[in-house]
């Protein structure tokens, strides 16, 4: 489907979407229900379930 979806789109969006993305993902970030996931994700540098650009590269 991501492959289908990504040949309607110029490489150009493709690469605003994936950007748009990881600031989403930084900024807002997830919400972790699972408490276990939660603290591993700490564990390793996460912070409050924002991804800082070093956790998505």
Known sequence: MIDSFARL???E????VHEAS?????????????EEARELYIKHGG?????SKT???
Not at 13 to 16: D, F, H, K, L, N
Not at 47 to 51: C, G, K, L, M, V
């Open 9 to 11: 789109l110029t490489s």
């Open 22 to 34: 990881l600031e989403i993902l930084e900024n807002v970030g997830v919400l972790v229900r699972n």
């Open 13 to 16: 969006q493709v690469e605003q």
């Open 55 to 57: 956790l998505t590269n």
């Open 47 to 51: 912070e409050n379930a924002a991804f």
